[in-house]
């Protein structure tokens, strides 16, 4: 060693690096989580999806944790799959499902889930909450709902845009066992709705990148968003 402490002192300083180092990659790789949606696979397949990125943990975002279409993925069938493939599941209806009748989270216009609304409940944040505590403790999580396409689905439009600027990772498996990054479905977005978002101009200069992708969101959000049967609607 160069340094001039002592030898003992020298090997604890790099010791320590080292496990700054490691605590640094762990931290990296724990601060994501992957998004899937069931379709109309077999739960073999399914399973064969989940297997193919290390998922031990999967949390059902649907509203209701059934499927008349496809019963392999009703709540008791697809908890007792996932259990022999030893993958735990959870259900987080009331923390991060789409469907919404309280008048309070919706668009009083036209009835639909605004999801602003839904991100600034208690429940959706005790699900963030409780959602970096299994990604804190190490667990590989998918957030599962039934669209095939993220793009499609409120795991992407209301979800995902909360937790990637909370700082975690957001990573979507499509069907071909391929993996699509949030950032990248965002360029979707943008190109989507390129006519209907602001454009900076002379009178409005700082309309910046952000600011489009949020107002893409909304639109998206509009598109997608289940509407409510209530009937005090404006």
Do not use: W
């Not at 409780?130 to 999580?141: A, E, F, M, P």
């Not at 095939?148 to 990637?164: G, K, N, V, Y």
């Not at 949030?182 to 989507?192: D, P, R, S, V």
Request: hydrophobic share 35%; aromatic share 10%.
């Amino acid at each position: 060693c160069f340094c001039k402490l002592s030898d003992c002192s020298c090997v604890y300083l790099v010791l320590s690096l080292v496990l700054v180092q490691k605590s640094n990659v762990i931290k990296m790789v724990e601060n994501t989580v992957y998004t899937i949606g069931h379709s109309n696979h077999s739960i073999e397949y399914f399973i064969e999806l989940l297997q193919a990125f290390s998922i031990d943990c999967v949390i059902d975002v649907r509203s209701v944790a059934g499927s008349s279409y496809n019963p392999q993925y009703n709540r008791e069938a697809l908890q007792r799959a996932l259990k022999s493939y030893n993958i735990a599941y959870l259900f987080f209806g009331k923390e991060f499902g789409a469907r919404h009748s309280s008048e309070e989270l919706l668009d009083l216009e036209d009835g639909k889930v605004d999801y602003e609304k839904v991100r600034q409940t208690s429940h959706f944040k005790n699900g963030v909450e409780r959602l970096k505590d299994g990604i804190t403790k190490g667990h590989k999580i998918a957030l599962m709902c039934s669209e095939a396409d993220p793009f499609d689905c409120h795991r992407f439009s209301m979800i995902s845009i909360f937790l990637e600027k909370s700082g975690i990772n957001v990573r979507h498996i499509l069907k071909d066992k391929t993996i699509v990054k949030n950032k990248e479905l965002e360029k979707k977005l943008l190109k989507k709705y390129a006519k209907k978002i602001p454009q900076p101009s002379l009178f409005e200069p700082d309309i910046s990148l952000e600011n489009q992708i949020d107002y893409a969101y909304k639109l998206r959000n509009k598109d997608i968003a289940h509407v409510s049967s209530g009937k005090n609607l404006i």
